[in-house]
């Protein structure tokens, strides 16, 4: 009976570790655009005060 739910630890365990990963790379992705956005937004600005 130990062994079961070893198994189940293990399993649920490999389960939150890929949740989290996806998560800080999902984090990590929308970060990466928000910074691209707002570079893009500021060399958009620039390039109208020169207008």
């Not at 389960?15 to 958009?44: F, Q």
Request: charged share 20%.
């Amino acid at each position: 009976m130990d062994n079961i739910y070893t198994n189940a630890l293990v399993e649920m365990g490999t389960s939150l570790t890929a949740l989290a990963v996806k998560g800080t790379a999902s984090a990590v992705n929308t970060k990466i655009k928000a910074i691209k956005e707002e570079k893009m937004s500021s060399a958009y600005a620039r390039l109208m005060m020169k207008l």
